[in-house]
C-alpha cells in the first residue's frame, strides 16, 4: 500500500507564497513522475506541474515563472514552491505519483487527499 500525504496548503494574500510537500510512504520500489494538480470549486482537476525522476519539469501556462516544482528522490518527497499567488490559484492541490511497488510490477497512479490553498484579494 502506497500512502502520498501532502501539507503546507493554508490562506495567503494575493501575492504572497506557500510552498507545499507532499510524501510518499509505502511499499514503494521506484517513483516515476510525480506532480501537483489542483481542483478549483466547479472546475475540473487540472495539471500544476509534473516533474520526472531525472528532473524535467514541464509546467501549466498559468503559473510558468511564479511556480517551482522540486523533489528529492532520496526522501519519495516532492515540492511546489509558489509565489506571486493570485486569487485565481485558489483550489485544492492535489499531489499525484506514478509509483512501482515491485521491480517487475507496472506503475500504479498514487494520489493523496488534497490540501486548501487559498489566496485572498
Known amino acids: 500500500q502506497v500512502q502520498l500525504v501532502e501539507s503546507g496548503g493554508g490562506l495567503v494574500q494575493a501575492g504572497g507564497s506557500l510552498r507545499l510537500s507532499c510524501a510518499a510512504s509505502?511499499?514503494?520500489?521506484?517513483?516515476?513522475?510525480m506532480g501537483w494538480y489542483r481542483q478549483a470549486p466547479g472546475k475540473q482537476r487540472e495539471l500544476v506541474a509534473a516533474i520526472t525522476s531525472g528532473g524535467s519539469t514541464n509546467y501549466a501556462d498559468s503559473v510558468k515563472g511564479r511556480f517551482t516544482i522540486s523533489r528529492d528522490n532520496a526522501k519519495n518527497t516532492v515540492y511546489l514552491q509558489m509565489n506571486s499567488l493570485k486569487p485565481e490559484d485558489t483550489a485544492v492541490y492535489y499531489c499525484?505519483?506514478?509509483?512501482?511497488?515491485?521491480?517487475?510490477?507496472?506503475?500504479?497512479?498514487?494520489w493523496g487527499q488534497g490540501t486548501l490553498v487559498t489566496v485572498s484579494s
Open positions: 509505502g511499499s514503494i520500489f521506484s517513483i516515476n513522475a
Open positions: 499525484n505519483g506514478e509509483v512501482t511497488t515491485t521491480p517487475q510490477s507496472s506503475a500504479l497512479d498514487a
